[in-house]
């Protein structure tokens, strides 16, 4: 077997999922999606991979190092899927309808923090955990479509 630096091995036995109401339109769910890989990106820098670079020696960012699956689900399975992430012990990357209608960073925070778990309006998550960890908490999820 190759030889694998410690932070390889930990991004091939961890999965990255994101999960999307499906009933958002095209450029919400676009829009969430980036804003939920922000937040796997900044908690899990060694999910990260190495700079690009083309044949002309031109540099690009990195990327993550590993796939990210992209789940549908409807308010429930929404629901259901935080609850499982929690209850795993994972701290998810949330996205909720009020957000669409703030402006910045702090605003986020504050639509979040003035509204209970229960009655968050869950749009999309992001999930970052040990592969077998992130399947129960995914489990019964299509990609999405």
């Not at 060694?46 to 670079?53: C, E, K, Q, V």
């Amino acid at each position: 077997m190759p030889f694998r630096a410690p932070e390889e091995i930990n991004r091939l036995n961890t999965k990255i999922a994101v999960v999307l109401d499906v009933d958002l339109p095209v450029w919400q769910k676009l829009n969430v999606t980036a804003f939920l890989a922000s937040g796997i990106a900044a908690t899990a820098v060694d999910s990260i991979g190495l700079n690009y670079a083309d044949a002309d020696g031109t540099a690009y960012a990195p990327m993550f190092g590993q796939p990210v699956m992209v789940f549908g689900a409807d308010k429930a399975r929404l629901t259901r899927t935080l609850n499982r992430a929690l209850d795993r012990g994972v701290s998810p990357a949330i996205f909720t309808s009020a957000l669409f209608g703030t402006g910045h960073d702090d605003e986020n925070r504050a639509a979040v923090a003035a509204v209970r778990r229960a009655e968050l309006d869950v749009v999309g998550l992001a999930v970052r955990a040990e592969r077998k960890v992130v399947d129960k908490i995914v489990d019964g999820l299509k990609l999405h479509g």
